[in-house]
């Protein structure tokens, strides 16, 4: 058991000091393609930047933020609207008589010429 121990040890250390692109790699595969960007001096890389933090952006977030509360807050009201028995009836039956003008209507269209 402690043999075990010490061999696997030791082939992790192996592992280890290998080039880091080779470690966990199979041998007999081929290594991987370079990206075209590589192969080229830095200078030609585009460079990334931070995006630029402006008043119009902080403007539309706010609008948002402002936008997402009303929606939340219009969302609690309904909530409690939406929860009693009777109109949770009536909008069954809407819906009913939505479906079943609508299956109606499709198959007109499918029978007719």
Known sequence: M???????????LVEHRKNPAQRGRDPNRPPPREHPLDSQPSKMRKQHS???????????????????????RAAHLVVHLLRRPRLQRGL??????????????????????
Not at 2 to 12: C, F, K, P, W
Not at 51 to 64: G, N
Request: glycine share 6%; with cysteine; charged share 15%.
């Open 2 to 12: 402690y043999g075990r121990v010490v061999i696997r040890e030791a082939i992790q």
């Open 92 to 113: 069954q039956r809407l819906i009913g008589c939505v479906l079943i003008t609508l299956g109606i209507s499709v198959a007109r269209t499918a029978v007719s010429p």
């Open 50 to 72: 931070q995006p630029k933090i402006t008043a119009r952006s902080v403007m539309i977030r706010d609008i948002a933020l402002v936008w997402f509360a009303l929606l939340i």
